[in-house]
């Protein structure tokens, strides 16, 4: 079991993992061995989570969700599969806490007079500024 938070957790065989190449340094052990990780969830078809949760994951992490609702993580940091497993997992984690994590609702607040008479007070000189520019001011003074 994969702990998320918030009293939730994934079954392992729930995860799918691919492995290939990974670019990047590491000489001659990047051409031979596949340490490159791509985790792979089905959020549509996962019976850990609510109809709630997986609307959720699939509207905040859309960019990272394809049409038929597979989660695709992929790390390519560390030069071992092992490495890189464990970093695809700690993502996958952070990811689905991230989108799960409620929102604080925005307090409406009110700008104060302060900020409100400062605001025109500059409005007001900027436009004398301008005026002053002006022919017509010129041919006054």
Do not use: W
Request: aromatic content about 4%; overall charge positive.
């Amino acid at each position: 079991m994969i702990g998320i938070g918030h009293g939730l957790s994934v079954r392992e065989d729930e995860i799918r993992f691919s492995f290939s190449r990974s670019g990047g340094p590491g000489g001659q052990n990047v051409n031979k061995v596949a340490t490159r990780v791509t985790l792979f969830f089905d959020v549509a078809r996962s019976p850990s989570l609510s109809d709630d949760q997986k609307r959720v994951i699939r509207s905040r992490l859309a960019t990272r969700v394809s049409k038929a609702g597979v989660l695709r993580v992929v790390s390519q940091k560390h030069r071992s599969q092992a490495a890189n497993r464990t970093e695809a997992i700690g993502r996958f984690v952070e990811l689905l806490r991230g989108s799960l994590k409620e929102k604080p609702r925005r307090r409406r607040t009110r700008a104060p007079r302060a900020v409100k008479e400062r605001r025109l007070a500059e409005k007001k000189r900027r436009g004398r500024l301008k005026r002053e520019r002006s022919k017509e001011f010129l041919q006054d003074h």
